[in-house]
């Protein structure tokens, strides 16, 4: 009904902005050390010291940035200071997108400043754009079903029970859902059929044949209605006060299960492993993960909690 799909869109903007006090959006994530792949520990940044708008004349962040990315692979800048290098902050800048989902961004010093606040380090760590390094999230989904076919309910709350499809990070060992940076000049909804692709189906280790039969399948569950959960900043470990994770999440849900029957789930580039997993709020998820799976488990009416949240009320 209508008066749910309100209550809904006002319990979970899409852009973050709207709900900038949301729990989820304190840094948390990107305040934990060490950083990631390194023996660097962020300068401490309390709580409420994290907004830029409260003065913090003695705040003294640690500056990296990794080895891997100074190197200069294509997928990452050159360093600021470097005099070929005059990027173009807050627009589109050549192929490469450096406008924030979350708005305009301050720049500083020729740095662009995190907008959610301070990270303990500047810098860009392991993430190769100044500014918003873009990515997107495929949640793909079916329900979880019995021998017979029938959907199964949790028994507590009498909803069904939704699955989805992750993987476990080789990088940090932990579950997530698979997804990956977009290319430059890359549309977003090609970047979430790519890398569902790679990283749950192994793709790039597929033959002709079964690439092509692999990207049969992938159509027909990537151009069916699906819904966009989230689009805005991530809380990423890798974040820094000049670099940060935005991200696209879409779910791409299979009703019947048939599509998803089709395509048999093989772990591939950045995944050690993948599997369907029964969502519940028990979920211990990379970065803002269980976040966006919940928000899927509202839009879809699936079982999340044991323990019943406050009615929603026009």
């Known amino acids: 009904s209508n008066s749910s799909a309100n209550c809904w869109s006002y319990l979970h903007p899409i852009n973050m902005f709207n709900s900038y006090n949301a729990k989820q959006f304190y840094h948390s994530k990107a305040l934990t050390s060490p950083y990631p792949g390194s023996r660097i520990e962020r300068g401490q940044v309390p709580q409420d010291k994290v907004g830029w708008l409260i003065e913090w004349k003695d705040y003294n962040p640690v500056e990296y940035t990794a080895m891997s990315v100074l190197a200069g692979p294509n997928w990452a800048d050159p360093q600021i200071n470097d005099k ?38 500047t810098g860009r760590g392991l993430l190769g754009r100044w500014g918003p390094n873009h990515a997107a999230d495929p949640v793909v989904t079916r329900w979880k079903r019995d021998g017979s076919g029938n959907k199964i309910a949790h028994p507590a709350t009498g909803k069904s029970i939704l699955q989805f499809v992750a993987i476990k990070r080789r990088d940090c060992g932990e579950w997530a859902i698979p997804g990956g940076m977009v290319d430059p000049g890359e549309k977003v909804s090609a970047t979430l059929k790519r890398e569902f692709g790679e990283e749950a189906l192994n ?55 048939e599509t998803m029957d089709n395509l048999p789930l093989e772990a591939g580039d950045d995944a050690g492993v993948v599997k369907w997993m029964d969502i519940s709020e028990e979920l ?17 009416g699936a079982h999340w909690s044991e323990d019943p949240g406050p009615e929603c009320h026009e």
């Open 84 to 121: 070929n290098f005059s990027p173009k902050f807050n627009e589109r800048d050549g192929k490469v997108e450096r406008k924030s989902l979350s708005g305009l961004y301050v720049v500083e010093n020729g740095r662009p400043r995190n907008p959610v606040g301070r990270t303990g380090i």
């Open 203 to 257: 793709s790039l280790q597929k033959t002709p044949e079964e690439k092509a039969e692999l990207e049969k399948q992938l159509h027909k569950l990537f151009s069916q209605e699906h819904f966009v959960v989230y689009r805005g900043y991530v809380d990423d470990p890798r974040n820094t006060d000049n670099a940060w994770m935005e991200t696209e999440v879409v779910n791409y849900h299979d009703e019947t299960g």
């Open 284 to 300: 211990k998820l990379y970065a803002n993960h269980s976040y966006f799976i919940q928000l899927v488990t509202e839009k879809q």
